[in-house]
């Protein structure tokens, strides 16, 4: 990728980027002469703009002669041009004041509110996931492709879950599936069984597997319980121009956040992920608007990643700033979690 812009693109490109950020207005090439430290002619800058133009890393917007980055300019500059700056002491003795580590779910709600407030974006926890056995499970077909699973833990508590499933199952391979999990692996929790069935279920069949596995993702669903996420300052976001100006785009936002699923996944992918990840628009699979950003990084219990921690807000975000403060903020929420 690095290898198609030559050292003058790429510093166009970060300096467009960077005052875009900054100004919020298409950049011309006059502000780009005078932003760049380079010693080029008008029509040199022109014709670079029109180069990372044509590769589609910035855009005209029709009522201007500047240009503005696009997704995949933002990706390239994240992930090529960026320059994380170390986050300010203060905000680092906040973040260490306000996380204490004596009452574990104030700790997330307040480091939520932290990243809201640092960055005047949203801000979002993931709950730590708590890793629930399983005694016995059962499968009952309710449909064609809608399946009842009950789960009952070893304390005697009684789940149940519907699974959608694509292919259809006889009521004689559910019971097969249920026997073979409750015999092999009953008092272990859905995340264990999860590790061992990808090695184990080689050699059972690819459907029963797939029941299996849709039975996994419910019963971690079902482990975790309650609330799996905690966000702050979603009305930041209608303060942010580019977001505010256009209402289908704050509609697509609040979709985003009523389906909680959505993002879910989002904070699921960066959960595997090794520190700080970011997010442009629907790059994590999930239908979010283009010029929305999530910047994610996983935190730890006792070395153990069970969540994330994560900034919502405008694709034009000072991405320099925000990264640190979400990096920061993960590494001392693990450390208040794992004083317990």
Known sequence: MISMLDKRAQILLKTLIERYIAEGQPVGSRTLSR??????????IRNVMADL?????????????????????????????????????????????????????????????????????????????????????????????????????????????????????????????????????????????????????????????????AALDAGSALAEGGEQYVISGERNLFAVKDLSQDMGRLKQLLELFERKTSLIKILDLALRGQGVQIFIGGESGVAAPDDVSVVTSPYKVDGEVVGTVGVIGPTRMAYERVVPIVDVTAKLLSSALSQH
């Open 53 to 213: 133009e044509e590769l589609g890393f910035i855009a005209s917007p029709h009522t201007s002669a500047g240009r503005v980055p696009t997704p995949a300019g933002y990706r390239f500059f994240i992930d090529t041009l960026l320059v994380v700056k170390p986050l300010e002491s203060n905000a680092v003795h906040r973040i260490e004041d306000e996380l204490h580590p004596d009452n574990p779910q104030r700790v997330i709600q307040a480091a939520s509110l932290l990243l809201s407030q640092l960055t005047q974006f949203a801000g979002v926890v993931m709950t730590p996931r708590r890793a629930v056995a399983f005694k016995h499970i059962e499968f009952l077909r309710l449909s064609e492709k809608r399946i009842l699973l009950i789960v009952v833990t070893p304390d005697g508590d009684v789940q149940n879950r519907v699974l959608f499933t694509e292919l259809e199952y006889r009521p004689s391979e559910l019971i097969e599936a249920a026997n073979y999990m409750n015999q092999h692996y009953a008092g272990q929790s859905f995340e264990e069984v999860r590790a061992r069935l990808q090695t184990e279920l080689r050699a059972v069949r690819a459907d029963m597997t797939r029941l299996m596995s």
């Open 35 to 44: 932003y760049s430290g380079l010693d080029l002619s008008p029509a040199t």
